[in-house]
């Protein structure tokens, strides 16, 4: 008995890409918050060490086009909207002085799956991301 092996199958390709269309568009959109969370993370831990460094230089102080440690660390947020939150703190370690600087910035996901209030797939729809990064200040030469 001779069987046909050239079946028409027209729609089984069709039916696979609708099957499976929504998981690929689900782990695509779960793939850029995880680069754009990656990105901001970055970008405010920069603001952090560009805010200590102006706070524990004098000489940069002076000739820095940024009058307070909030517009330095700022610097470099100019792609975040809404600017991060700059906070100072300094002090005193074992004789040493320091400055912290804490930059604090709410990333707010752009997958619509999220909206619920239980997060799918453990992807939560809001991450605060807070970087502090303390500086000492290096001894003044003498005169």
Do not use: H
């Amino acid at each position: 008995m001779i069987t046909k092996k050239n079946e028409r199958r027209s729609g089984v390709a069709a039916t696979e890409l609708a099957i499976l269309l929504p998981l690929i568009a689900l782990l695509f959109a779960i793939g850029v918050d995880w680069c754009r969370i990656f990105y901001f993370s970055v970008t405010v831990e920069n603001c952090a060490r560009n805010g200590a460094i102006w706070a524990t230089d004098p000489y940069t102080q002076i000739i820095s086009p940024y009058t307070t440690i909030s517009d330095a660390a700022l610097a470099d947020a100019s792609s975040l909207s809404p600017q991060p939150t700059v906070t100072s703190a300094s002090g005193t370690v074992d004789g040493k002085n320091y400055v912290d600087c804490t930059v604090t910035y709410n990333f707010s996901t752009i997958s619509d799956f999220a909206s619920v209030n239980t997060p799918f797939f453990s992807v939560p729809k809001t991450t605060t991301l807070r970087r502090t990064v303390r500086i000492y200040q290096a001894p003044q030469a003498p005169t």
